[in-house]
Nanobody, 118 residues
């Protein structure tokens, strides 16, 4: 019923850029925290970046200075601009939306593959 639709993944060479988008089907998530996670083969899913409804953001140390998270609350959409991509960024990227009133209630996107390779 609640859907997070991701787009923007693909194959890119090292040093290239991609922009991921994640749109929530329910506008109420405009008022909750959102974020991006990634999971590489045989690795745990890890937080990449998060952003509050007010626009405050945090990043993992491995992507700081290269990735930028942003959101368009009018469209219930969160973005991840990824610059200077490295092979170690290769993973399936998932967006996450948190219900603004019940913060244990979370929803995940379907995942989009990002592959960084020459």
């Amino acid at each position: 019923q609640v859907q997070l639709v991701e787009s923007g993944g693909g194959l890119v060479q090292p040093g290239g850029s991609l922009r991921l988008s994640c749109a929530a089907s329910e506008s109420i998530f405009s008022f909750g925290d959102m974020g991006w996670y990634r999971q590489a083969p045989r690795k745990e899913r890890e937080l990449v970046a998060s952003i509050t409804s007010g626009g405050s953001s945090e990043y993992s140390e491995s992507v700081k200075g290269r990735f930028t998270i942003s959101r368009d609350n009018a469209k219930s959409t969160v973005f991840l601009q990824m610059n200077n991509l490295k092979p170690e960024d290769t993973a399936v990227y998932y967006c996450k939306a948190t219900h603004p009133y019940y913060r244990d209630l979370v929803f995940w996107g379907q995942g989009t593959q990002v592959t960084v390779s020459s």
